[in-house]
């Protein structure tokens, strides 16, 4: 008698309660969307039988994983669905979805044309050639910065970094690198807060989370192998300020792509969870300055819940004094990274973000913490409240001499 | 982290004694394995400040001089533990694994706390499908303040509340008693 389930992703433990229907953000706003249960676990036993059966709706899966945290079999609803969709799936605009998903390619030419490039694509007649293109003319890329995140460490933080006894490595992430360098700037003024010096992966490649939602799995396999070699190499724990990134190298890495590297587990962290930790255990010690007030609504991002790190978050900011800190219910935000961008999708993005959006805004705080960048475009387009990630949070209220 | 008081299992039971104290003003944590029924004690917990872990799994506690000192979850992984003053057990009985059948036994995953359950398997169930079956009364020991016993010994901060007790449970009522005993 066989005792154990023995089947992929856990599916024949799927009991059919449900329950993963109910907290799925697409099935509430999107009719077409059969939901998870009918998407991963029933829908595997046909495909199982004939590839044919395969459904052409689950590009609707926002890949949130709200089935996962959900379930109480244990069922890998979401990883279920993405390893169908990589296996038989097709791209419905592949320029487009190529483009969106190559951020390092696109982020390297686009910092290079910066100067340029932001103008053009907050142009108004620009946005309309986006459009066509199968891009939403109602979204605004984030604009690219000129000088890369990797660049400004280079000439002026790396020489600062050897007076450090010890060291964490950074994996900074493709959005800190193209567009928003200030969050890797404040990464490092907070680990060097805490007495410890920083230093870059000897080869960092986009995660590939855009890839693995694109079905492009191909070259996020390629992609994943060379980020798991570098962290190897890192020979110090391996820090992160993405939820997503942290979320796709330890998980779906091993889970989607099929990899073989659960040493990723123990190896890569948030920042803001390394950081809880040694102030806990008593090794760090930070200094906040007296004059800091900001109120700030929490939002926990989908993999952030998933990873089930949000209380780390959390915890940090109310350790600053002057932070008066509000956690909603948590709720999806609707953007999922690319999917959000999708002309197609557009209406259901801001339809699953709309809650949000009013819970947030009833907060009435000064500003939104969370530690995903793509629930910071979502939230800043829905809310018109600044967005920061913890770490910049940290980075301002400390006291520095 | 330290806390009042950490509830296992976000369920009915869990999610209202977490409502219950923290409006007597319990700093309380519940470790919730998967999304249950009880949505409005989960969102008025959380309006109340309290702290929801979603989707995470108590792996095991210290038990240390009859008490249990902190425990463990998969999530907040090897250098977090939950302490707390009281825990209370709210996992559930078998569908949310809150109890554990095998073919030769019954057990409580968490802590290996006393079950009682018939040993004879063939009385677990009767014949007639439709019939009251014996495994639904089947459930944790527990002392008059609700406390449960490991290797016959109470444990004196540990409580149990809803579906998990043996026999015939009241929630509501099996809730108020132990936020009785600890408020």
């Known amino acids: 008698m066989q005792e154990h389930n023995i089947s992929k992703g856990n599916f024949e433990q799927c009991l059919k309660c449900n329950i993963c229907t109910q907290v799925c953000p697409m099935f509430e706003v999107n009719p077409h969307y059969p939901g998870p249960k009918q998407a991963g676990p ?78 053009i694509l907050a142009f108004g007649p620009a946005k309309r050639v986006m459009d066509i293109f199968g891009v939403d003319h109602r979204r605004t890329f984030p604009k690219y910065s000129g000088e890369k995140f990797e660049q400004w460490f280079k000439k002026n933080a790396a020489p600062a970094q050897s007076r450090f006894k010890e060291h964490v490595a950074y994996f900074h992430g493709c959005y800190v690198n193209y567009n928003y360098p200030q969050l890797g700037k404040d990464f490092v003024k907070v680990m060097n807060a805490c007495g410890y010096g920083v230093s870059l992966l000897e080869k960092e490649r986009c995660c590939g989370v855009a890839l693995i939602s694109n079905g492009f799995g191909k070259q996020a396999a390629v992609q994943a192998a060379q980020n798991v070699d570098s962290i190897r190499k890192a020979g110090a724990p391996v820090l992160t300020t993405s939820s997503t990134c942290t979320f796709t190298i330890r998980d779906e890495y091993r889970n989607v792509l099929g990899l073989d590297c659960a040493d990723m587990a123990s190896t890569v962290e948030l920042a803001v969870k390394w950081i809880y930790e040694k102030i806990a255990s008593g090794k760090v010690n930070l200094r906040f300055r007296p004059d800091f007030h900001l109120k700030v609504v929490y939002h926990t991002a989908c993999h952030m819940q998933k990873l089930g790190w949000a209380l780390f978050s959390q915890e940090l900011l109310k350790m600053i004094p002057g932070v008066e800190l509000v956690v909603p219910e948590q709720h999806c935000c609707g953007i999922a990274g690319t999917f959000g961008f999708k002309k197609e999708n557009y209406g259901y993005s801001q339809a699953i973000g709309q809650p949000l959006f009013d819970s947030l805004l009833a907060a009435g705080a000064d500003a939104v913490a969370t530690d995903c960048e793509t629930c910071k475009w979502q939230i800043e387009s829905g809310t018109g409240i600044p967005v920061l990630n913890p770490i910049s949070i940290l980075a301002m209220a400390l006291l520095t001499d | 982290m330290k806390f009042d008081v950490v509830i296992i299992g976000g369920g009915k039971s869990g999610t209202l004694a977490a409502y219950k104290l923290a409006r007597a003003g319990k700093r309380c944590a519940v470790v919730s394995a998967g999304h249950c029924l009880g949505k409005t004690f989960r969102r008025e917990f959380i309006a109340l400040g309290g702290t929801f872990l979603n989707g995470d799994r108590v792996t095991g506690g210290n038990v240390e001089g009859g008490r249990v000192q902190y425990v463990r979850t998969e999530n907040l992984g090897e250098n977090t533990v939950l302490e707390a003053g009281h825990f209370i057990l709210c996992t559930g009985k078998f569908f949310s694994r809150g109890l554990i059948s095998t073919i030769a036994n019954i057990y409580e995953p968490v802590f290996g706390c006393d079950v009682l359950y018939a040993q004879d398997r063939s009385e677990w169930t009767v014949d007639d499908f439709f019939a009251k079956q014996p495994f639904e009364n089947f459930g944790l020991r527990v002392d008059d303040s609700s406390r449960v016993y490991v290797g016959g010994n109470v444990i004196s901060n540990l409580y149990a509340a809803g579906e998990i007790l043996a026999g015939e449970v009241d929630i509501e009522q099996s809730v108020e008693k132990v936020c009785r005993n600890i408020i």
């Not at chain 1, 899966?61 to 969709?85: H, M, T």
């Not at chain 1, 799936?89 to 979805?97: A, K």
């Open chain 1, 42 to 119: 029933d829908g595997e036993r046909y495909r199982l039988k004939d590839p044919s059966f395969f459904d052409l709706t689950l590009k609707y899966c926002l890949n949130c994983k709200s089935c996962e945290v959900a379930c109480p079999s244990g069922v890998k609803v979401g990883d279920i669905i993405q390893i169908a969709r990589l296996k038989y799936g097709r791209q419905s605009n592949p320029l487009r979805d190529r483009m969106l998903a190559s951020t390092d390619l696109v982020g390297t030419v686009a910092s290079v044309l910066a100067p340029v490039a932001n103008p």
